[in-house]
Nanobody, 126 residues
Framework: ERQLVESGGGSVEAGGSLRLSCIAS????????IGWYRQGPGNECELVSS????????YYADPVKGRFTISQDSAKNIVYLQMNSLKPEDTAVYYC???????????????????WGQGTQVTVSS
């Protein structure tokens, strides 16, 4: 079964750091694009960062440039999102998604044609 499982969320103070992990099973991350999305209270689902395989081209949304870093361990089939200098506005449920070319969600995170994980909560207090 093809599956994505996120972990690493939690509660931190502003300025703190977290590292999210997205563990893939049933397929190789080297064959797909992996994206990290987030959805905060009352907000739309937004793409935060992605990595396009097999080339490894990365993308960052403007609000997270210079603070977040996406990386992957192909041997472990895991994609990470290192989040530094966290701000209260980063508070959201973070999801990883996979596809051969990521599709925009049709509504909330978890919708549409990507394969999605269950999400992990990140809460940043001021």
């Amino acid at each position: 079964e093809r599956q994505l499982v996120e972990s690493g969320g939690g509660s931190v103070e502003a300025g703190g750091s977290l590292r999210l992990s997205c563990i893939a099973s049933g397929f190789s991350i080297n064959e797909v694009d992996i994206g990290w999305y987030r959805q905060g209270p009352g907000n739309e689902c937004e793409l935060v960062s992605s990595i396009s395989n097999p080339v490894g081209v990365t993308y960052y949304a403007d609000p997270v440039k210079g603070r977040f870093t996406i990386s992957q361990d192909s041997a472990k089939n895991i994609v990470y999102l290192q989040m530094n200098s966290l701000k209260p506005e980063d508070t959201a449920v973070y999801y990883c998604a996979a596809n051969r070319g990521l599709h925009a969600p049709t509504g909330a995170c978890g919708s549409g044609y990507n394969r999605w994980g269950q999400g992990t909560q990140v809460t940043v207090s001021s």
